[in-house]
């Protein structure tokens, strides 16, 4: 099957959909994805089959939420494809593509969880499809981590809705849809905070290392030149 794939992305334009209808099963990213990935594999079925057991990354309670929630399972594609359009879809085949090559020629990196990945927009680029959401429900300073995020302004130039929160005093609905968004230049991504593949410890927030997210809060507000300048003024 593997040979097949590296023949089909390798050699020929034509792989596109044969590639596209593989790479939707789990099964197929561990054909190469061997040691040490594959325990990326084993945490996430494994969870699955012990739904009381607390997980401990983000990629796995993504499977394990969906089945508790009766959601369509959740597979490794639907966040290593990107948000899904054409364009995402054609760079995910591509990067399949060298990483076919890679694989053949085995030059591949053998660390686990990598934070900094080459690609890591592409996955990144799901999160914010998935969570729109998230991103577009204002909460002031609560969320303003989220609100302020160009990703925030990009899911609401492509649709999205500006809501206020359930659980928002009526007096002070008007003034935050007012205020909006208010993005921020900065490059930050979603893994930036919450972890995809690292194991966190026990206690840690919607997979976050405090280290790490203090670091990222600060990095936007030395963009704004607003906000905190340094870690040490965080709490
Ligand atoms: C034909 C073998 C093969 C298959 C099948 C495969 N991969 Fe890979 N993948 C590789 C190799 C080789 C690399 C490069 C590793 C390196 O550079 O160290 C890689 C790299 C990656 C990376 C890192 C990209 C980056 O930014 O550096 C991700 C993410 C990834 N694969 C996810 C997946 C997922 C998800 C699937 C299933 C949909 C999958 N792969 C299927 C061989 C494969
Ligand atoms: C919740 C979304 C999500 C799910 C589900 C997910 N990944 Fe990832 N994955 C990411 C993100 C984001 C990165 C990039 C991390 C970075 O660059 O900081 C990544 C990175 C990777 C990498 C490259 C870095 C590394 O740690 O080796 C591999 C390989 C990989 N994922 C394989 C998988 C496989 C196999 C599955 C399914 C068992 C899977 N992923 C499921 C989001 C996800
Ligand atoms: C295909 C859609 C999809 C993608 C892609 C996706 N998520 Fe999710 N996410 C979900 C769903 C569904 C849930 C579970 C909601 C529920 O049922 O509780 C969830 C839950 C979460 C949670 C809450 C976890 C908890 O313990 O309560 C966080 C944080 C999160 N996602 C962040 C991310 C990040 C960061 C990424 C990208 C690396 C990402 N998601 C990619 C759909 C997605
Ligand atoms: C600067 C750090 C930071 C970045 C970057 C970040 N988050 Fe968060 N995220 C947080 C914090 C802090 C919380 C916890 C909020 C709380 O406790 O209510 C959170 C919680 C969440 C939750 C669960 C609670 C909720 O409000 O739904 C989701 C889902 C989520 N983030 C998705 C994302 C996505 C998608 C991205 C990228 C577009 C992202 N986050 C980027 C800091 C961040
Ligand atoms: C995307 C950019 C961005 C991120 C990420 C971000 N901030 Fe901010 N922060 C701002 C801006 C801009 C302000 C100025 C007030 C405003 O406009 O909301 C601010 C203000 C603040 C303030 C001061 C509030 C006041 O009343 O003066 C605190 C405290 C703060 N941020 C904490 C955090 C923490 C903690 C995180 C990480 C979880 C974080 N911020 C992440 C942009 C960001």
Redesign the pocket.
């Known amino acids: 099957m593997?040979v097949a794939?590296?023949g089909l992305i390798v050699l020929g334009g034509s792989g596109f959909f044969v590639a596209s209808t593989?790479?939707?099963?789990?099964t197929?990213?561990?054909?190469?994805?061997t040691v040490p990935?594959v325990t990326y594999y084993n945490r996430a079925y494994i969870a699955i089959d012990n739904p009381g057991q607390r997980v401990t990354d983000l990629a796995t309670a993504h499977y394990q939420l969906s089945q508790i929630h009766n959601k369509t399972p959740f597979?490794?594609?639907d966040?290593?494809?990107g948000d899904a359009s054409l364009g995402q879809r054609l760079s995910t085949l591509a990067?399949?593509g060298?990483?076919?090559?890679?694989?053949?020629l085995g030059?591949?990196?053998?660390t686990i969880e990598?934070t900094k990945?080459?690609?890591?927009w592409?996955?990144n680029a799901a999160c914010a499809n998935c969570h729109a959401d998230t991103l577009l429900t204002l909460k002031g300073l609560d969320n303003h981590f989220h609100t302020h995020l160009p990703q925030a302004a990009a899911a609401l130039a492509s649709g999205g809705t500006l809501k206020v929160a359930d659980t928002t005093p009526q007096d002070k609905r008007a003034d935050l849809l007012r205020v909006g968004l208010k993005t921020i230049n900065t490059t930050l991504v979603c893994s930036d905070c919450h972890l995809a593949h690292k194991t966190v410890s026990a206690g840690a927030t919607f997979f976050m290392d405090n280290t790490r997210r203090n670091e990222a809060c600060v990095s936007c507000h030395q963009t704004a030149k607003e906000g905190p300048q340094n870690v040490n003024n965080l709490q």
């Open positions: 593997v794939f590296v593989l790479e939707e099963h789990d197929f990213c561990i054909a190469c994805h990935e597979a490794c594609i966040c290593h494809r990067l399949g060298r990483d076919a090559l890679i694989y053949v030059k591949e990196d053998p990598k990945t080459r690609e890591g592409l996955p």
